[in-house]
Structure formats: structure tokens, C-alpha cells
């Protein structure tokens, strides 16, 4: 059995406890090189087989599968395995293969990011959105930043630091120059690095950052006082009346 595991963002302890636990059984591992915390694979058995995929081809990583397919295989992956993981390629091979497997979710960068901003992605009356994309330039992207702009809702972009003056200048066709735009370098790691500024100085405040790092635009930035319907007395929902409704009037 394969296991695609979610290793989250980098701190060890925000690996997930199914996570773990399979980590801990497999006989073989295979990790996704420096995107994976070196001290997760502390968790694996000290006996288990330990492979770098940073360094491999797919058909490489494919031969070591089926080199073990009798066996348990943890395949780590830097934070959920369904975001900029990979992982459809690998799993129509296993598909063909007839060799099982099974997806296990990590937390996230992204949620990493956002718990170091001290920010909620969604805030009432600001935005109810996420987009969550990344800047295509070796890689092809269908969908246009431009075009997804527009929207104005927080977006986080993923794998596009190293270009951030462009990204910057397409983004101030649609948002205004003072909008929040924050870059959280290695979210959760111990050399984590925050930066924060406006589309207008950002690019001088990032400095040399061009590689593992999250970008975090959009008014939830901003401390913002605006309060979700969810705990507003004056609202009723399936679990609470509001404080202006008679108790039998109130509608599951």
C-alpha cells in the first residue's frame, strides 16, 4: 500500500496524528526532498528504506514502488498532498500498476501563512473568497492572474515569489496601490521570515526572497472591526434564536 502523505507546512508537530501513525509503519519512504522537514522523517522506523524524490524522476520513483510494492510506503509530501502536490501523475501510474493506495491530508502552508499573519482568510463585509493560484511562467497556468484580480477577494499565490515585481504589476490593474500584500517565507519552520507592506513597496521590502514563500494579498490584512453573523445575538440560526425572537417562534 502507497500513502500519499500530507507532511504539513514544516513544523514536525503539525504533522497530522494519522499521519504519524502511518509514517511510523511503513517500510519505506519517500520524501519530497527539502520541502519536507528533515525532522519529520525522525517519526519513520529506523529501519525503513528512506528515498529523496527532489533528486528522482517520476519513472525512478515508480521503479521503487514497485521494488517494494509488497510493502507499506509512506510518499511525503510538503503540506496537503491535493494542493501543488503532484501527485495525479503518480497515482494514474499506480492506477495502471493495480498497486493500492491511499491519500492522507496534511495541514497546509497556506493556513500556516495565515495563523503567522495573525488573519482570517474570510472576514465578514471585506470578503467571503479565497483564490488560491500560482504565477505561470516555466509552468503553464490557464487561468490569468489578471483576470483573477478582479475579484478582489484574498488571494495567496504559491510557487511565484521569485517573480514578484511582476506579479505586483499586473495585481495594480485591479487592486489600489495600498492594498495589504504580505510574504511569509517557510510558514511554521524555524527560519520563518514575515514581510509585509503594500503592492507599492513590497518588492523593495522582500528583499532577496525568491523561493519558498507564500503571497498573501488582499483587505483581510488589515485590522479590520467587523463581526461575523455566526456569534451576532441579534441573528438566529438551526443551534440559537436571536435575543429578539420568542422561544417559540424559533425555527430548526
Known amino acids: 500500500m502507497v500513502y500519499f502523505i500530507g507532511a504539513g507546512p514544516g513544523d514536525p508537530e503539525l504533522l497530522t496524528l494519522k499521519g504519524y501513525k502511518i509514517l511510523k509503519s511503513c517500510q ?28 528522482m524522476t517520476l519513472e525512478e520513483i515508480l521503479e521503487v514502488i514497485r521494488r517494494y510494492k509488497d510493502k507499506d510506503i509512506a510518499r511525503l509530501h510538503t503540506g496537503d498532498p491535493s494542493l501543488f502536490g503532484a501527485i495525479n501523475e503518480q497515482i494514474e501510474l499506480l ?5 493500492p493506495y491511499k491519500i492522507i491530508p496534511g495541514v497546509s502552508s497556506i493556513f500556516a501563512g495565515a495563523a503567522s499573519l495573525k488573519r482570517e482568510l474570510t472576514v465578514p ?25 478582479k475579484h478582489n477577494a484574498t488571494l495567496v499565490l504559491f510557487l511565484s515569489v521569485k517573480y514578484l515585481k511582476e506579479i505586483v504589476d499586473i495585481l495594480k490593474r485591479n487592486y489600489p496601490s495600498n492594498t495589504p500584500i504580505s510574504i511569509v517565507y517557510k510558514a511554521s519552520w524555524k527560519d520563518e521570515n514575515v514581510v509585509s507592506g503594500t503592492l507599492e513597496d513590497i518588492v523593495e521590502k522582500a528583499g532577496n526572497i525568491e523561493s519558498t514563500a507564500l503571497i498573501y494579498v488582499g483587505r483581510f490584512l488589515e485590522v479590520i472591526k467587523t463581526r461575523s453573523k455566526l456569534y451576532d445575538k441579534t441573528f438566529s ?3 440559537r434564536r436571536s435575543e429578539y425572537e420568542d422561544s417559540n417562534s424559533f425555527d430548526n
Open 125 to 149: 463585509s471585506i470578503t467571503q473568497t479565497v483564490i488560491i493560484t500560482r504565477y505561470g511562467k516555466r509552468t503553464y497556468v490557464p487561468e490569468e492572474l489578471e483576470k483573477l484580480s
Open 95 to 99: 492506477e495502471k500498476e493495480g498497486i
Open 237 to 239: 440560526h438551526m443551534y
Open 28 to 55: 519505506v519512504v519517500i520524501y519530497a526532498g527539502s520541502l519536507v522537514n528533515p525532522e519529520i522523517l525522525n517519526f519513520a522506523d529506523k529501519n525503513a528504506k528512506v528515498y529523496d524524490s527532489s533528486k
